[in-house]
């Protein structure tokens, strides 16, 4: 029993993914899409593939579509899924995965118009989850408040990753891409900081986070489960233990945003001290990605 309930604790951010395809039929909410953009990407292989733009700023502004993109891992790649991120003006791919998660499903692209690939070396600090299993199986409730712990720690331990991608996003050369696992966790928390950075209001930030429990599927068909022994250890978990796994909670990630402002008082200030990006870098996104 102690080796399922850690192997679930592993699968925090690396759940294994479905079809995205599957996704593609759920309804997007209303600011999520105009007449003339999708919020979801039409990928074959990828899941959780979204266009943050069409956001509303506070000034009244507008984030560009086709200019930033988040996703689940991409290992399941199809060559149309590539023609079309081509056709996109993809330029580069920031993989805020681990080093074990990247080796388990890498991004295989290597044609002569693939975009450059960013990447940092670490591994995943699951303690916590290993310790919320500790004296037997937990309540959802008390999951919940493991996960909304973890995403203070977890905006610590990615500050290369996302100083790296206000970098790429500063250049202004493409469409940028960046993904984790499931494409709802560390992928979610970039996105709150880049649509920060522009402006965008903290509760469309938030409704945007909470758009993975739509878009995000886990493959649960029993042949992906017979083929991973980690996913079928967490399908022996209790339906509300996995759900709690799979979603996003508006709470984790405000649990972010009040680390933010108790201890730096706005996100500009984070920016600014711990990723390098101050006020004339934000000006310069703004310029770059809003209309």
Request: proline share 5%; with cysteine.
């Amino acid at each position: 029993m102690k080796r399922l309930l850690l192997s679930a604790a592993a699968l925090m951010l690396a759940v294994a993914p479905v079809q995205a395809s599957f996704a593609q039929t759920v309804p997007a909410p209303a600011q999520a899409q105009s007449q003339e953009h999708s919020r979801l990407l039409p990928l074959e292989g990828v899941q959780n593939a979204r266009d943050i733009g069409g956001y509303r700023t506070a000034d009244g502004r507008m984030v560009k579509w086709g200019l930033i993109y988040r996703t689940a891992e991409l290992s399941h790649l199809t060559e149309h899924d590539k023609a079309l991120l081509e056709a996109r003006g993809l330029r580069s791919i920031h993989d805020l995965r681990t080093v074990e998660e990247r080796r388990a499903q890498p991004t295989i692209w290597t044609d002569a118009n693939a975009p450059t690939i960013t990447a940092f070396d670490y591994s995943m600090d699951t303690l916590g989850f290993a310790a919320l299993f500790q004296g037997g199986m937990p309540t959802a409730d008390r999951a919940r408040e493991v996960f909304a712990a973890s995403y203070p720690e977890m905006l610590k331990s990615q500050r290369p990753q996302q100083r790296a991608l206000f970098e790429e996003l500063l250049r202004g050369e493409g469409a940028v891409l960046y993904h984790c696992s499931a494409g709802k966790d560390r992928t979610g928390m970039a996105t709150a900081l880049i649509l920060s950075a522009l402006g965008v209001p903290r509760e469309t930030i938030l409704t945007d986070y909470e758009l993975s429990n739509q878009y995000y599927r886990p493959d649960a068909s029993p042949e992906a489960v017979a083929a991973n022994p980690q996913a079928a250890a967490f399908m022996r978990l209790p339906a509300d233990i996995r759900a709690v796994f799979m979603g996003v909670d508006k709470r984790y990630l405000q649990a972010v945003f009040d680390l933010i402002d108790r201890d730096y008082g706005s996100v500009e200030v984070y920016l600014d001290r711990e990723l390098g990006v101050d006020a004339a870098d934000i000006a310069r996104l703004k310029a770059l990605y809003l209309v």
